[in-house]
């Protein structure tokens, strides 16, 4: 591995960091205008950043051992430099002065497991363009920002949640969020719970997923509801009349977001983990973006003592599953789980609890 000064020569001049995150309910709600409740995983993405001298923009990957250098008037880059340059092209594009800098990226955060390893590169690059030249952005400005280069220049249709929970949660609480307000609520874990986090071994990638499709046709039904979003539908007997499929992706929509407020009024662990097991089968049956693997690793969890519920987490098509269990088992049923998951000829392996 090659630090900042080994790349660059000199001593990076700011530096930052921001987590991934795991949603536990509220899973392809965001880009709808609904619910969502994440929390912040202790896995961080760490950028170091100095002033470049030769006029161009050098963005290296530790994880990668990869280089990018950019000029002016370049095609907007592709993998992991294409986050970094959206960043820096829209706070320009606020009227801030950018300078070309060197920027220097390392990571925990499990890439291709739907833990928004994204969100944590564009936060953390915000983070440190904000204290290397001192600009006055806020969180919840960043996290808008990091959105849309996410959206322009990396490709997804993303909503805000990834970046809002980058940028303002932590790993001790879940975060509420009404993602078109942008109200936002600390809110505790049920009493006795903490969580697991697990990685089918099932790459995915957003961007050549059907998670742009699914958009596209939450819109669509949107519109055939006369409404402005599917967040405005609270019945879900209101969507039954649709076509399909947009009848079952509305109906995992207002469900989704139904079982999100539930949680805001207060529930038992064992409650919440009911809700985390409904949200799964909407996701695999009513939105279509489970897989055989993450169905089998979720089942494995839901059927071991001591678990209240799990779904999968982020957006599908392969990735993380999340559980709530009870507090002070998390590790042995994480081990316990990937012994059994792994000899059903799976490769999947532990996230959280965080692997030493």
């Known amino acids: 591995m090659k630090d900042f000064q080994q790349i660059f020569g000199k001593a990076p001049e700011a530096q930052a960091s921001a987590p991934g995150r795991v949603n536990l309910l509220g899973e392809h709600t965001d880009y709808n205008d609904g619910f969502v409740l994440p929390t912040a995983i202790p896995q961080r993405t760490t950028v170091h950043l100095g002033m470049s001298k030769d006029g161009q923009h050098h963005f290296y990957s530790e994880d990668l051992d990869e280089q990018v250098s950019i000029l002016d008037g370049n095609d907007t880059p592709s993998g992991f430099s294409s986050y970094i340059y959206g960043c820096i092209q829209l706070l320009e594009q606020e009227g801030y002065t950018i300078p070309k800098i060197n920027l220097h990226v390392s990571s925990s955060v499990p890439i291709g497991s739907g833990l928004s390893s994204s969100a944590a590169l564009e936060v953390a690059t915000l983070r440190g363009v904000r204290s290397l030249l001192n600009l006055p952005l806020d969180d919840v400005r960043i996290a808008q920002i990091a959105q849309q280069a996410e959206i322009q220049y990396a490709g997804v249709q993303c909503g805000i949640m990834d970046q809002m929970a980058s940028s303002l949660a932590d790993a001790e609480h879940m975060l509420f969020l009404d993602t078109r307000t942008l109200e936002l609520r600390v809110i505790p874990f049920p009493t006795g719970t903490e969580i697991v986090v697990m990685d089918s071994g099932v790459p995915r990638t957003l961007a050549g997923s059907g998670y742009n499709q699914r958009r596209a046709e939450c819109e669509e039904a949107a519109r055939l509801l006369g409404v402005k979003a599917l967040r405005d539908i609270t019945d879900p007997q209101a ?71 799990a779904r999968l987490t982020g957006a599908g098509f392969g990735g993380a599953c999340v559980a709530l269990v009870a507090a002070g088992e998390a590790r042995a049923i994480a081990n316990d789980v990937l012994e059994r998951y792994n000899s059903a000829d799976f490769l999947g392996k532990i996230l959280v609890p965080q692997v030493s």
């Open 239 to 309: 969507v039954e009349a649709l076509p399909e499929p947009l009848r079952r992706r509305a109906r995992h929509v207002v469900s989704e977001d139904n079982r999100v407020l539930e949680v805001l009024e207060g529930v038992s662990a064992e409650r919440f983990g009911e809700l985390m097991n409904a949200s799964h089968a909407s996701l695999r049956d009513d939105y279509e973006v489970s897989v055989p693997a993450l169905d089998t690793l979720v089942a494995m969890l839901q059927e071991t003592k001591e678990v209240f519920g």
